[in-house]
T-cell receptor, first 116, second 111 residues
Framework: AQKVTQAQTEISVVEKEDVTLDCVYE???????LFWYKQPPSGELVFLIR??????QNEISGRYSWNFQKSTSSFNFTITASQVVDSAVYFC?????????????FGKGTKLTVNP | KAGVTQTPRYLIKTRGQQVTLSCSPI?????VSWYQQTPGQGLQFLFE???????NKGNFPGRFSGRQFSNSRSEMNVSTLELGDSALYLC??????????FGEGSRLTVL
């Protein structure tokens, strides 16, 4: 089965705290892409990062960083020095391939609330 | 460059009616995907179109259909609406095997 588990349903932190959002996935594909999206209250899913399964080097983009571990099928996301504007629902989503097509398989999401 | 545009943003229908939602992808993107988001089921894949052909379909009943035009714009239709069809419908466009860019969605309420 292809599925994604985001075990943390909701997280609440105080501004400037670091926070890590967990993601564990299952896939039959030997090569694949992994994505993180952010969904603010407006509803639009905002692309954050794409990672391919070939590259296990961790990535940092400003206050965001991602830890990809293929051996444990995990792709965790850390926000350093969180800000109120980071409050949103965050989704992890592998891109699954099948039948000549591709689709994102989303986790249930983690709702992050950053309090001032 | 303009993002993915979805219309209408909000709509209210009654059971048994049908609805058509529209999606204009980012210029140059030929793949358009549709997702349904509900509090209970989360984000679920509906279908994907590429060059006017449906390439993949999720596990939804036949009341859900879609199409893509030659300019890559896409529409999805839901017939015989049920209360459970109330959801945020998200459209995403992409180039081949690249990140999907989403629109703001069409929020459908079925009464």
């Amino acid at each position: 089965a292809q599925k994604v588990t985001q075990a943390q349903t909701e997280i609440s932190v105080v501004e400037k705290e670091d926070v890590t959002l967990d993601c564990v996935y299952e896939t039959r594909d030997t090569t694949y892409y992994l994505f993180w999206y952010k969904q603010p209250p407006s509803g639009e899913l905002v692309f954050l990062i794409r990672r391919n399964s070939f590259d296990e080097q961790n990535e940092i983009s400003g206050r965001y960083s991602w830890n990809f571990q293929k051996s444990t099928s995990s792709f965790n996301f850390t926000i350093t020095a969180s800000q109120v504007v980071d409050s949103a629902v965050y989704f992890c989503a592998p891109l699954m391939r099948g039948g000549g097509s591709e689709k994102l398989v989303f986790g249930k999401g983690t709702k992050l609330t950053v309090n001032p | 460059k303009a993002g993915v545009t979805q219309t209408p943003r909000y709509l209210i229908k009654t059971r048994g009616q049908q609805v058509t939602l529209s999606c204009s992808p980012i210029s140059g993107h030929r793949s358009v995907s549709w997702y349904q988001q509900t509090p209970g089921q989360g984000l679920q894949f509906l279908f994907e179109y590429f060059s006017e052909t449906q390439r993949n379909k999720g596990n939804f009943p036949g009341r859900f259909s879609g199409r893509q035009f030659s300019n890559s714009r896409s529409e999805m239709n839901v017939s015989t609406l049920e209360l459970g069809d109330s959801a945020l419908y998200l459209c995403a466009s992409s180039r081949e095997r690249r990140e999907l860019f989403f629109g703001e969605g069409s929020r459908l309420t079925v009464l």
